[in-house]
């Protein structure tokens, strides 16, 4: 399943992402989006399929 977060259309993940390494990054600010900007969007879709998933078990 695909969603856009912050701009970014990304897969949600059903692993909790990996923050990347620190030389992973250019530091340059020129790419968009940069690998940081895509590991948040990737961690708030985690954390919201973690959620939903929480709130679909305890209703049940």
């Known amino acids: 399943m695909f ?8 897969r949600i993940p ?3 992402p990996v923050a990347p390494e620190s030389n992973d ?6 790419c968009c989006p940069c ?4 590991y948040r969007a990737q961690r708030k879709a985690w954390l919201a ?6 709130t679909e078990v305890s209703s049940d």
Not at 3 to 10: M, S
Not at 25 to 30: L, M, T
């Open 3 to 10: 969603t856009t977060i912050d701009g970014i259309r990304l």
């Open 14 to 16: 059903t692993e909790e």
């Open 25 to 30: 990054c250019c530091g340059s600010g020129s």
């Open 35 to 38: 690998v940081w900007d895509y």
């Open 49 to 54: 399929r973690e959620i939903a998933a929480e």
